[in-house]
């Protein structure tokens, strides 16, 4: 539990400077001198913002106040500089903290752009400066905000990704309505601000690593790059259990790295070609689609993941395979050139075989392209069901235990929520994302991902590939079934009178060529507000097709064709928050804040 230490309050102490200029209330800022004995909050989680490195952004969290503690450092500040919250990133309808200067003196505030990306003050101040000061190391922002303040301009702080936009302000400001965030070209992080509150169990004695790195790779001078890299483990390696994993980041890069997984090949293939590149590459070997079973996955800003301490995942052994596909996901927006990365995973395992074997288990969608978005969307749903009837036929009477999931999508995506269905009723969250533990058994899990398309003049069908899309739900849990995969997709029956339907609407005769593919339907069709319509229906209301598949990739016994979609009458209520049982806004400051400085900020 990180919950920071009450006596934080003391910083409370620097609103003695507050002072009246006009109708607005003045925060003195001044070259904070911290006592010699003082107790800060224990700021447990990191990231960088930016690749060059210049800003970092330290937290944690207090669940019993419903609170976040945030602290921005920043290597060389200048004029000012600039931190927000939306809603997938953009610059407009940002919630903003800023701290700024007119030349003479400095200012710290709460503030939110227009949608047209111009910065105001906020009336409500719901952002608490705690503290600043100067080091060799840069200038330090520490400050506090309650996970909702019940303002209209404020953003929540939830599960999930939240998108943080960043900028530094070169040149003072007068007044800050002659300031435009757009205009500033803001970069944007994503991180998980709101992480669970439980202590991390202790390593076995005989626990032992595995480094599955990155070869030495010259960072491609391109936004987007995903790395694939096969990795061999020691021949005839025994059975051991994963009991942690944590990310290697090669030093200089941690703001480049954005993802990493590591991947189990089948254990069907003897051989997998030693393959590293681009994985969009037309050069990559076909058998590396087969190298599909997670074993570790982490994410910029992510904790190391640790198991419960009687559960491991297994590595090595019968009926596993010595082939792993490493991933990584490279975000250089600065297109930085000629860097050298070697950042992976390293696992931690035992030879000490604890009392569950642990596994992953795959929800969503099946990658089928008869799952398709319509271009031009603004917000589309695709929906993946793992029926009743799989989870009764596969899991063991007493139920198995989720500890964990891990949520992922391609470009498109906008938020993935996976939920517990007993009797048509939402019975638990799994995991939800809204912007990017239980028991069941005979139960449905749905997962629901929402896509933007709005960009793209083509439908976006699902598949492997980064410009196709997924919607997965890695769930972790014990005891290991067999059960690897409970997926659906929309009945291909079904879609092909979809498909007679609307090219009967647009004037064209649907093609029943034998070697035309699902894709190619998709391309020919005109996209306008009816075939989108059409299709959104089709996947709310068609029967679906059930991958209830075993570890062998074959499907458990049973017929699992033209499937009735699970039906959720209720979905589960958020409980309130603090701001909304009292029925007034957090703030005990209802003016904008304008601070000074001596000088040294």
């Not at 910083?11 to 800060?40: D, E, F, G, K």
């Amino acid at each position: 539990n990180h919950e920071p230490d009450p006596s934080i309050n003391k910083y409370n102490v620097i609103l003695m400077y507050l002072t009246v200029l006009a109708t607005v209330v003045v925060l003195l800022v001044a070259s904070y001198q911290a006592p010699a004995v003082h107790s800060r909050p224990a700021l447990a989680y990191h990231i960088p913002l930016d690749p060059s490195g210049q800003l970092e952004l330290s937290w944690n969290i207090s669940y019993p106040t419903q609170e976040v503690y945030l602290e921005l450092k920043v290597k060389e500040l200048h004029h000012g500089v600039l931190l927000g919250m939306s809603d997938q990133g953009e610059p407009t309808n940002a919630d903003l903290v800023l701290l700024w200067d007119d030349g003479h003196k400095s200012y710290f505030g709460d503030a939110w752009s227009d949608n047209e990306g111009r910065v105001m003050l906020d009336t409500q101040q719901d952002y608490e400066l705690l503290e600043t000061h100067q080091s060799t190391e840069g200038f330090f922002l520490l400050f506090k905000r309650p996970f909702s303040t019940c303002d209209p301009h404020d953003y929540i702080i939830e599960e999930g990704t939240v998108h943080i936009i960043y900028a530094m302000l070169e040149r003072p400001i007068l007044s800050l309505h002659e300031l435009n965030i757009s205009h500033l070209q803001p970069g944007i992080q994503r991180v998980l601000l709101l992480r669970p509150d439980a202590p991390s169990p202790a390593l076995p004695r005989d626990v032992r690593t595995l480094e599955v790195l990155a070869p030495d790779v010259i960072i491609p001078t391109q936004e987007t790059t995903y790395w694939c890299h096969i990795y061999q483990l020691p021949p005839n390696m025994p059975k051991n259990h994963i009991v942690m994993y944590e990310s290697v980041i090669t030093p200089g890069n941690e703001a480049i790295v954005h993802h990493i997984e590591v991947f189990e090949c089948s254990p069907q293939m003897d051989t997998v070609p030693q393959y590293s590149g681009s994985c969009d590459s037309k050069m990559k070997p076909r058998k590396l689609n087969y190298c599909r079973h997670v074993l570790a996955a982490w994410a910029l800003g992510a904790e190391p993941f640790y198991y419960p301490a009687d559960a491991g995942l297994p590595l090595g052994g019968e009926g596993s395979s010595r082939f792993l596909r490493l991933e990584v996901h490279y975000h250089n927006p600065l297109l930085i050139s000629g860097r050298r990365d070697s950042s992976g995973i390293r696992l931690w395992y035992t030879p000490s075989l604890r009392r569950f074997d642990a596994g992953i288990m795959e929800l969503g969608l099946v990658y089928t392209p008869v799952m398709a978005i319509p271009p031009r969307q603004r917000s589309f749903q695709l929906t993946g069901y793992c029926t009743a009837k799989c989870t009764q036929t596969a899991l063991p009477v007493g139920g198995v235990h989720i500890f964990a999931s891990q949520l992922h999508t391609h470009l498109a995506g906008l938020g993935v929520r996976t939920v517990l269905v007993r009797g048509g009723r939402e019975v638990d969250v799994v995991q939800e994302d809204k912007h990017f533990s239980t028991h069941y058994q005979g139960d449905a899990l749905v997962t629901k991902c929402t896509y933007n398309t709005e960009d793209r003049n083509k439908a976006t069908v699902g598949g492997f590939g980064i410009m196709e899309e997924m919607c997965v739900n890695y769930v972790h849990y014990y005891p290991r079934t067999q059960l690897e995969l409970c997926k659906s997709h929309v009945d291909t029956d079904y879609l092909q009178k979809y498909f007679s339907l609307i090219n009967r609407f647009q004037g064209r005769e649907s093609c029943s060529c034998p070697g035309t593919t699902v894709e190619e339907q998709f391309s020919l069709l005109s996209w306008d507000g009816f075939s989108g319509e059409v299709l959104n229906s089709l996947y709310l209301t068609s029967p679906i097709s059930m991958h209830c598949n075993q570890s062998t990739a074959e499907l458990f016994p049973g017929e699992w064709e033209k499937q009735e979609i699970p039906v959720v009458t209720a979905e589960l209520q958020r409980a309130p928050y603090p701001c909304e049982l009292s029925g007034r806004a957090s703030s005990q400051n209802d003016n904008p804040t304008e601070v000074r400085s001596s000088g040294s900020v």
